[in-house]
């Protein structure tokens, strides 16, 4: 089994920065791929940001703003995410799967990021 936990949400200013943390625990989770999504209730789950052996990916509505990156001695996957707009409010989760693109198989229990106006 794979355990991650997010944390570095919170509160932030339109504008303001945040990053979030990922530390993934358990089987080699260095071959795995590792990933960001976000849902506000009432919203399917979306994709944000991922990290694989092809490099990395970013939604759209994120690019230019967020990046992912991976430091794979400490098992922690990143998300720094620059001039945050109220529409990023989201519970941030992070994942884990063996491929990409593809579904995840592994899931954290999320961090919330609050983008006021």
């Known amino acids: 089994q794979v355990q991650l936990v997010e944390s570095g949400g919170g509160l932030v200013q339109a504008g303001g920065s945040l990053r979030l943390s990922c530390v993934a625990s358990?089987?080699?989770?260095?071959?795995?791929?590792m990933g960001w999504f976000r849902q506000v209730p009432g919203k399917e789950r979306e994709f944000v940001a991922a990290?694989?052996?092809?490099?990395?990916d970013h939604a759209d509505s994120v690019k230019g703003r967020f990046t992912i990156s991976r430091d794979k001695d400490k098992n922690t996957v990143y998300l720094q995410m620059n001039s945050l707009k109220p529409e990023d409010t989201a519970v941030y989760y992070c994942?884990?799967?063996?491929?990409?693109?593809?579904?995840?198989?592994?899931w954290g229990k999320g961090t919330l990021v609050t983008v006021s106006s």
């Open positions: 994942a884990a799967g063996s491929n990409w693109p593809g579904p995840m198989d592994h």
């Open positions: 358990g089987r080699t989770v260095s071959r795995y791929v």
């Open positions: 990290h694989s052996w092809r490099g990395v």
